[in-house]
């Protein structure tokens, strides 16, 4: 009868925890895609990272579905500068959708140069439509 006790009290307990399981609610995985994402290094008071500025304000507003865009001002975070291992700034780093680099750049990089580096590397960039005035 000893042996048959334990297994009682393990039965009782799955039950209990499978019963609170069905009444908890179910999350809902995240839809979304992930998203390539290139990284600017670069600092604020740097004149082609200054040049570099509204670029970087076009892309994160109007290609926003498409890729993310993310600017680290080196010189206030130090350690992200030895983390992307970058020997000048600006520095641009393209990451694919898994967080594997596909390509950085040293300077000023132009609106369409970053759009055509992600076509280089196989990633669909469309243009987003013009708002009419």
Known sequence: MKTGLPLIAILLLSFAFQSQAENEPTSVPD????????????????????????????????????????FIDVWKNREAGATYGIRMIPTQVFFDPSGKELSRHEGFLAKMDI????QKHGITIVEPATQAE
């Open 31 to 70: 839809s979304k895609p992930a998203l390539p994402r290139l990284v600017d290094l670069g600092a604020e008071k740097c004149i082609p990272c200054k040049m570099m500025k509204p670029i970087l304000d076009d892309l994160t507003q109007n290609y926003t579905d498409q890729f993310q865009v993310e």
């Open 115 to 118: 759009l055509a580096t992600w």
